[in-house]
């Protein structure tokens, strides 16, 4: 029995797609023939606003800034979240379930909430204008949901396997190397694309954190909107190039996405 083709998803995905399109296409547009009229190609694309960012140190640097802070918070989040999810995994303690389902509240909490707080101590620690700063400041968010995703997939490892490494004469650290952290590595590519996407996209944090040398490209088109408003193909053309790291981080990780999604706690 042959299953019948239904067109439904094809649509859906397409109508997701069309602000993506309409997006590529204003970048290959100038602002004139984006203002003459509604064109569903552009009438002569050009690469000028693309060369125009990658030709300006104020533009192209706001993409390293970005791209270094947030690998430093997915490399944070995940080291100190497998340890920890390890633990509420195999051991219990007072409060352990309690203290498990609050990190939800941290992880619900606004960013906006935290705005003075951080701003506070990372000026009194002298790290204003730092990735570092960008980089911990978003650890209080995705530390939480890392330790969920993956207190899920370690608790899919049998407990057997802990016992049997260690009588082999496993230690703990050749245990988690050798042994768990392969088990796990799905739920490692889920949390460190959840890590990634929170860090990439959130604005709010890493435009106060930052003044001149760690400014996010974020940070760098909110201000550039203001100033620069009838140049809607420059900042297309930013919006376009920002949407690149995170279809990177989907191809190097898809393999073990895939089998991510499926598994551990956001089954």
């Known amino acids: ?38 064109t569903l190609l552009p009438q002569a694309p050009t690469f000028a606003n693309f060369q125009l960012i990658f030709s300006s140190p104020a533009w192209y640097l706001g993409y390293v800034n970005a791209t270094i802070y947030v690998l430093m918070n997915v490399c944070i989040s995940i080291v100190v979240a497998i340890p920890a999810a390890y633990a509420f995994s195999r051991y219990r303690f007072p409060g352990d379930r309690i203290l498990f389902f609050g990190f939800l509240v941290f992880r619900m909490m606004a960013p906006a909430i935290l705005l003075v707080p951080f701003v506070q101590i990372f ?4 790290l204003i204008d730092t990735y570092i700063a960008v980089a911990i400041a978003h650890c209080f968010f995705n530390v939480p949901i890392a330790i969920w995703i993956l207190e899920g997939f370690i608790s899919s ?24 952290l392969p088990q796990i590595a799905p739920g490692i590519a889920v949390t460190a694309f959840f890590c990634f996407m929170f860090s990439w996209i959130e604005l709010l944090l890493a435009n106060a954190l930052t ?57």
Do not use: Q
């Open 1 to 38: 029995m042959t299953r019948k083709f239904s067109p439904a998803p094809a649509i859906y995905v397409a109508l997701l797609m069309v602000p993506i399109y309409w997006l590529i296409v204003m970048s290959l547009k100038t602002n004139g023939e984006i203002r003459g009229g509604l």
């Open 123 to 126: 000026s009194d620690l002298g």
């Open 157 to 180: 490892v049998p407990r057997e396997m802990d016992e049997s490494a260690m009588m082999d004469g496993y230690g703990f650290a050749r245990f988690f190397r050798c042994i768990l």
């Open 211 to 267: 003044v001149v040398h760690a400014k996010p490209i974020g940070a760098i088109m909110t201000r550039a909107g203001g100033v620069l408003a009838a140049d809607i193909a420059l900042l297309a053309a930013a919006s376009v190039l920002s949407l690149i790291p995170g279809v990177i981080m989907i191809v190097f990780v898809k393999n073990h996405l895939a089998r991510g999604f499926s598994m551990g706690r956001i089954s």
